[in-house]
């Protein structure tokens, strides 16, 4: 399962603001993809130290 989204990641790069749009590689979605994952397990682990179930924004 793929918390990325490669299409959103080209769209977000079209709407950064600037006058030129940027490219995505196809190797930085996939790096992208495993520091979201290491992240997530991050804050989860957080959560079940505090005795919590829930992820929580403060666990970033």
Not at 27 to 49: P, T
Request: no cysteine.
């Amino acid at each position: 399962m793929s918390v990325i989204v490669k299409a959103n990641l080209k769209l977000y790069a079209k709407m950064d603001g600037s006058d030129k749009p940027m490219n995505i590689a196809g190797d930085f979605a996939e790096k992208l993809e495993k520091k979201v994952e290491e992240m997530i397990h991050d804050a989860a682990r957080r959560a079940r130290e505090n005795g919590r179930n829930t992820v929580m924004a403060k666990d970033l």
